[in-house]
């Protein structure tokens, strides 16, 4: 599959780049992509959540009442979860929410995105190109060229390129990667996907 190289101001080269079929043009697993999506919200999660039972939280334990002949319910101390103050019954505890997947569902998965992403002609490819100091208007100015500043972006670098970082950070919908931690969620999540020219050797590497 043949696509156009894209200046960075919006208008097109008189050269292709060849986007390799068993990456970007097969039958899109969506199992798969749920898979890889799902595991990578797992893995963010911090599982930190704790509330108190009654062995934990600070009050006496004498019985505050009798047992019988009150005309009320039996109650033990003070600390019990029926009353105002008192530990929470079955609260919830940290946790790991990690969860392994096979390398080539994971694989599966993201070539599944991209191939979505090439269908939808969400996909542009660009030159290689770099600031010479950090300003957001360059970068904004950039995704105005394309006509895509008010949507989800995301940009995907063959290599660190620091004052491109810098430009886009500001920028709510807008994300930067590297082509080697290419994921599933950032594909998805983008409206719109600029892979630099580098990049797509360097996607190819990692997904053949």
Partial sequence: MDIEIYKINGKKTSRKVSLDDSIYAIEPNDNAIYLDVKQHMANKRQGTHKTKERGEVRGSTRKIKKQKGTGTARAGDIKSPIFRGGGRTFGPRPKDYNF??????????????????????????????????????????????????????????????????????????????????????????????????????EIEKTFS
């Fill in 100 to 201: 392994k997947l096979n390398k080539k569902i994971k694989t599966l998965a993201r070539k599944s995105a991209l191939s979505h992403k090439i269908k939808d002609d969400s996909i542009t490819v660009i030159e290689e190109f770099s600031f010479e100091m950090p300003k957001t208007k360059n970068y904004l100015n950039l995704l105005n060229d394309f006509g895509i500043s008010d949507k989800k972006t995301l940009l995907i670098l063959s290599q660190r390129n620091k004052n491109v970082y810098l430009s886009s950070r500001n920028l709510g919908k807008a994300k930067i990667i590297m082509a080697s931690s290419l994921n599933t969620y950032d594909i998805l999540n983008a409206n719109n996907i600029l892979i630099t020219e580098n990049s797509v050797q």
